[in-house]
């Protein structure tokens, strides 16, 4: 099993800027997507953005150019550092890991950090 910790989220005028820390912990296996995703009140759960172990990225097109996906792969830790931040961000983020394994997909989910942007 693989437990998720996020932490950084909060209330933020518009315009400003916030950091998301994600810790995984457990199992992890090779290969592993360490992504963001964001669910507003009443909406369903979207992908703000993803990264592979490799490095690559993908972004949610609300998002490019303000925010930024990065992964330290030693400390198993993804960040999310949100500028510009406006207030259809606002939301509850979530941490999330998933893995293929043996044809197999594992997919982990954090608690939720929420993050409110006034404006």
């Known amino acids: 099993q693989v437990q998720l910790v996020e932490s950084g989220g909060g209330l933020v005028q518009s315009g400003g800027s916030l950091r998301l820390s994600c810790v995984a912990s457990?199992?992890?296996?090779?290969?592993?997507?360490m992504g963001w995703y964001r669910q507003a009140p009443g909406k369903q759960r979207d992908l703000v953005a993803a990264?592979?172990?490799?490095?690559?990225?993908n972004y949610a097109d609300s998002v490019k150019g303000r925010f930024t996906i990065s992964r330290d792969n030693a400390k198993n830790t993804v960040y999310l550092e949100m500028n510009s931040l406006k207030p259809d961000d606002t939301a509850v983020y979530y941490c999330n890991v998933n893995y293929l394994r043996f044809g197999v997909l594992y997919d982990f989910w954090g608690q939720g950090t929420q993050v409110t942007v006034s404006s």
């Open positions: 457990g199992t992890i296996f090779g290969g592993y997507v």
């Open positions: 990264i592979t172990g490799s490095g690559g990225t």
